[in-house]
């Protein structure tokens, strides 16, 4: 069963797939489904053996070559390299079958004659931004948590809100938990912020983190909650796939263009305000929320865990719990300091400014809150990041800036993991049981 979607204002029908990406996924021994013409050979395609090898097909006649490439990337790497070449069939069915795979979501496609193409019989499917891929899952005990289990659903709602900072009226993705529609409770709300190049859907798309609370919910390990996920590109309106392109600010006559990234450098700085000024009290009045900091929460990924810093260490009388995983340090306005890459391991490094590290001052000025003193106002700040992460050394800094100033932080460090939604995933799992719990006596 899957989470409820529920669409407030207008919506486009293309968001009937967007929003449902990793929604299910078909078991592996489901039926063959025959290929759309007449006398077509049948096909199954994923086919995932207990083992966890997975065999793709393709009917593709009058193809001289297919390719079946795994986009996952990382830690989610396929034994034997990401691309398997496809043998034609007597029946023009070209096969492929992968080594057994470890637990985890994959994301691939084809490459037919040089030409990328969707797998047609799987209709799982996810974006990245512009970039569409199938998904399929290998279960195990790793991804029990991000399937669609037998339990309580929340339900994700697609908001368009205002934004007066940012003279817009934007969409975001709201997931609360089972029971809102029809109860009176009031809940605590955690603030979920993609990375740099994602938008509102990465979370649910991406980061099953509806999947992931529904679970954790249902099994006592996290409190009720409702999560709002936003989009941190300050000049759309929404996810590429509504189709409403970015609005292009225009400079003023001699002043220099502005920045074709909206999450780098100075305009970093611009949607930590809007989070302020226009979210957090659009979200209070739109939803039964505990409107207080003991139940608000804040954390990102990559881009998303530099936006929660400046949010969270400007404005400390809002939030009372704050994570980042993977934070994207260096893009801050004035942070970068280049460096040569640590010699010792830089090949196994997988994510952005493995040649950057952070100027600690300029990062601890554009952060006034980053001190002793939020030791007694935070009751959670969670650093997360995967050891094989290229930001690593970016991190370290951090954390010596961390001990400089006297912050308290639960470090969360796994060794194997990347700058990739496999870790991400992971930290969510492990910081969401954290949230909004009471004070040890």
Same mark, same amino acid.
């Given at each position: 069963?899957?989470?409820?979607?529920?669409?407030?204002?207008?919506?486009?029908?293309?968001?009937?797939?967007?929003?449902?990406?990793?929604?299910?996924?078909?078991?592996?021994?489901?039926?063959?489904?025959?290929?759309?013409?007449?006398?077509?050979?049948?096909?199954?395609?994923?086919?995932?053996?207990?083992?966890?090898?997975?065999?793709?097909?393709? $009917?593709?006649?009058?193809?001289? $070559?297919?390719?079946?490439?795994?986009?996952?990337?990382?830690? =989610?790497?396929?034994?034997? *390299?990401?691309?398997?070449?496809?043998? &034609?069939?007597?029946?023009?069915?070209?096969?492929?079958?992968?080594?057994?795979?470890?637990?985890?979501?994959?994301?691939?496609?084809?490459?037919?004659?040089?030409?990328?193409?969707?797998?047609?019989?799987?209709?799982?499917?996810?974006?990245?931004?512009?970039?569409?891929?199938?998904?399929?899952?290998?279960?195990?005990?790793?991804?029990?948590?991000?399937?669609?289990?037998?339990?309580?659903?929340?339900?994700?709602?697609? +908001?368009?809100?205002?934004?007066?900072?940012?003279?817009?009226?934007?969409?975001?993705?709201?997931?609360?938990?089972?029971?809102?529609?029809?109860?009176?409770?009031?809940?605590?709300?955690?603030?979920?912020?993609?990375?740099?190049?994602?938008?509102?859907?990465?979370?649910?798309?991406?980061?099953?983190?509806?999947? %992931?609370?529904?679970?954790?919910?249902?099994?006592?390990?996290?409190?009720?909650? %409702?999560?709002?996920?936003?989009?941190?590109?300050?000049?759309?309106?929404?996810?590429?796939?509504?189709?409403?392109?970015?609005?292009?600010?225009?400079? =003023?006559?001699?002043?220099?263009?502005?920045?074709?990234?909206?999450?780098?450098?100075?305009?970093?700085?611009? @949607?930590? &305000?809007?989070?302020?000024?226009?979210? +957090?009290?659009?979200?209070?009045?739109?939803?039964?929320?505990?409107?207080?900091?003991?139940?608000?929460?804040?954390?990102?990924? $990559?881009?998303?865990?530099?936006?929660?810093?400046?949010?969270?260490?400007?404005?400390?009388?809002?939030?009372? !719990?704050? *994570?980042? @995983? $993977?934070?994207?340090?260096?893009?801050?306005?004035?942070? =970068?300091?280049? +460096?040569?890459?640590?010699?010792?391991?830089?090949?196994?490094?997988?994510?952005?400014?493995?040649?950057?590290?952070?100027?600690? &001052?300029?990062?601890?000025?554009?952060?006034?809150?980053?001190? =002793?003193?939020?030791?007694?106002?935070?009751?959670?700040?969670?650093?997360?990041?995967?050891?094989?992460?290229?930001?690593?050394?970016?991190?370290?800094?951090?954390?010596?800036?961390?001990?400089? &100033?006297?912050?308290?932080?639960?470090?969360?460090?796994?060794?194997?993991? *990347?700058?990739? !939604?496999? @870790?991400?995933?992971?930290?969510?799992?492990? @910081?969401?049981?954290?949230?909004?719990?009471?004070?040890?006596?």
């Amino acid at each position: 069963m899957q989470p409820k979607v529920k669409f407030v204002l207008v919506l486009l029908a293309a968001l009937l797939c967007a929003g449902s990406a990793l929604a299910q996924q078909p078991a592996p021994a489901a039926a063959a489904q025959p290929v759309a013409g007449r006398g077509a050979a049948p096909v199954r395609s994923p086919e995932i053996a207990p083992d966890g090898a997975v065999t793709f097909r393709l $009917s593709a006649p009058n193809a001289a $070559s297919v390719i079946a490439r795994n986009s996952t990337g990382g830690f =989610a790497d396929w034994p034997g *390299g990401n691309d398997v070449t496809m043998t &034609k069939g007597e029946n023009g069915v070209w096969t492929g079958t992968t080594a057994p795979l470890k637990p985890e979501y994959y994301t691939y496609f084809f490459v037919v004659d040089g030409v990328r193409a969707m797998d047609p019989q799987n209709p799982v499917h996810t974006r990245n931004g512009t970039n569409y891929f199938n998904v399929l899952r290998v279960p195990g005990p790793l991804t029990a948590d991000y399937a669609v289990n037998d339990v309580p659903h929340g339900t994700v709602s697609q +908001i368009w809100y205002p934004s007066p900072m940012l003279q817009l009226t934007r969409r975001l993705y709201v997931y609360t938990p089972p029971g809102y529609e029809t109860g009176k409770a009031r809940y605590p709300v955690f603030y979920l912020l993609h990375g740099g190049g994602g938008d509102e859907g990465d979370w649910t798309n991406l980061g099953l983190a509806p999947r %992931i609370l529904d679970n954790l919910i249902a099994q006592g390990k996290a409190k009720p909650m %409702i999560i709002v996920m936003t989009n941190e590109n300050s000049n759309q309106l929404a996810s590429p796939e509504v189709g409403v392109p970015p609005r292009q600010a225009a400079a =003023a006559p001699g002043a220099a263009a502005p920045p074709a990234n909206t999450m780098q450098g100075p305009a970093m700085l611009t @949607f930590p &305000k809007s989070i302020i000024a226009d979210l +957090i009290p659009f979200i209070d009045k739109a939803f039964r929320t505990l409107p207080n900091r003991e139940n608000r929460a804040i954390a990102g990924l $990559s881009m998303g865990g530099a936006m929660t810093l400046l949010t969270a260490f400007n404005n400390l009388d809002k939030f009372a !719990w704050v *994570g980042t @995983f $993977s934070a994207g340090l260096p893009p801050m306005p004035g942070v =970068a300091v280049p +460096i040569n890459p640590p010699l010792a391991n830089a090949a196994s490094l997988r994510g952005p400014d493995v040649n950057n590290t952070i100027d600690k &001052k300029k990062l601890a000025d554009l952060l006034p809150q980053l001190n =002793a003193a939020a030791n007694a106002k935070l009751r959670l700040y969670y650093v997360a990041i995967g050891g094989e992460d290229g930001l690593i050394t970016a991190h370290n800094a951090y954390k010596e800036l961390l001990k400089e &100033k006297g912050v308290t932080a639960t470090i969360n460090e796994i060794h194997g993991y *990347g700058h990739e !939604w496999a @870790f991400w995933r992971i930290a969510l799992h492990d @910081f969401a049981p954290k949230l909004f719990q009471p004070k040890a006596k």
